[in-house]
């Protein structure tokens, strides 16, 4: 029911972009755009406006036509050039307002044209002209050394006492950096990646590396425990520096003490 929702609620806003006059272009993005297959209940509208020359401000400034479509019960503008919404049906989206100049030096994933004012012919414009720098690394070496050294920093902190920062260091840095290299370790399922987020539909993914993420991340009081099983991970995946390994279980085992008592 979301789905068809969603993709109508798309439909209206490019008919109430149509009665402007001012606009060019509505492209869908992510799930009601080029991806339309992995649509699902928990989806939002993601899309791009692209205007005639001069207009951008006029959408941006005004709402008019996105209220005229369904009443709008929360605004936040997040860029200069668009804002994240709530519809006051609970349908959430995040657009942006373009000018078609602007487009060749946005950073986007190919979208859907959802509609198009019949003199624009120029389509082109539904696919990034420049791609994001890649998340992803080539070689394991620098991402698994790095993410040992996460490891030591974390639990340092965290026997300092700084057991947020520690856990933010063990818990989403070290799993960063191996999420970079992960295509590396695993063979990957084709289900839509993303170039601006390797954490993006990781469990269908990565499946294997997905069984063992709830050692890895066990929470605020738990640090210890998540480091050392990430410190096996590593160890099953690449050749370690046996001394860091060391120290590694021994700051571990020195938290674990400094909580006990």
């Known amino acids: ?39 699902d209940e928990y989806s939002d509208l993601d899309f791009f406006v692209i205007t005639k020359t001069g207009a951008k401000a006029r959408f941006i400034e005004r ?21 994240k919404i709530l519809f006051a049906d609970g349908v959430y989206g995040e657009f942006a307002v373009f000018e078609a100049s602007e487009m060749t030096d946005i950073l986007f994933t190919p979208g859907r044209i959802v509609w198009k004012d019949p003199a624009f012919t120029d389509e082109r414009i539904a696919s990034p002209v420049k791609e994001p720098a ?7 070496d620098f991402a698994v050394n790095e993410a040992l050294t996460n490891l030591y920093v974390g639990l ?21 950096n191996i999420l970079s290299v992960l295509h590396l370790i695993e063979q990957e399922v084709a289900y839509y990646p993303d170039v601006f987020g390797n954490e993006r539909r990781l469990e269908k993914r990565f499946p294997q590396f997905t069984r063992r993420m709830g050692a ?37 085992e020195t938290c674990r003490q400094l909580d006990e008592s």
């Open 1 to 39: 029911m979301r789905k068809e929702i969603l993709l109508e609620r798309l439909d209206r806003i490019g008919a109430s972009l149509e009665e402007t006059g001012d606009a060019l272009l509505l492209l869908g993005l992510g799930s009601v755009g080029a991806e339309l297959a992995r649509l």
């Open 63 to 83: 709402l008019d036509w996105l209220e005229a479509v369904h009443p709008l019960a929360y605004i936040f503008r997040n860029t200069e050039d668009g804002y």
């Open 134 to 140: 890649s998340l992803r690394r080539d070689s394991l």
């Open 156 to 176: 340092c902190r965290y026997a300092r006492g700084e057991k947020l920062s520690g856990m933010r260091f063990v818990e989403s840095h070290a799993i960063d």
């Open 216 to 252: 890895m991340l066990q929470g605020y009081g738990q640090v210890p425990a998540s480091a050392l099983n990430i410190l096996a991970y590593l160890e099953e995946s690449y050749p370690l520096n046996a001394e860091m390994g060391k120290e590694i279980r021994r700051m571990a």
